[in-house]
């Protein structure tokens, strides 16, 4: 018989992995760049993070990408290739 619980641990795992994401990627722009970004600024799509802050803070993190992806890739235990 189907079980429906079982079919649905799929999407909660889903849910989880961006806002565990999330929030590496906030604490990681503050601990590196000082900058204190709010979970809303971030989006985890495709083992890429966008970032939709200002330019300016845009700018800095874009000047130290290798050091921020390879910090959120410490903290995770998911793939992140880039942040845009």
């Known amino acids: 018989m189907f079980n429906i619980q079982e079919y649905l641990k799929k999407f909660r795992a889903l849910s989880s992995t ?3 994401v999330k929030d590496a ?4 722009i503050e601990a590196k760049i000082g ?3 709010s979970p809303s ?3 985890y799509r495709g083992k890429q993070v966008f ?3 200002h330019p300016a803070v845009k700018n800095e993190i874009m000047l130290r990408r290798r050091e921020v992806v390879a910090a959120i890739q410490a903290k995770t235990s998911l793939v992140v290739r880039d942040i845009r």
């Open 18 to 20: 961006e806002g565990e």
């Open 25 to 28: 990627t906030v604490a990681v």
């Open 35 to 37: 900058t204190v970004l």
């Open 41 to 43: 600024e971030v989006v």
């Open 51 to 53: 970032i939709t802050a």
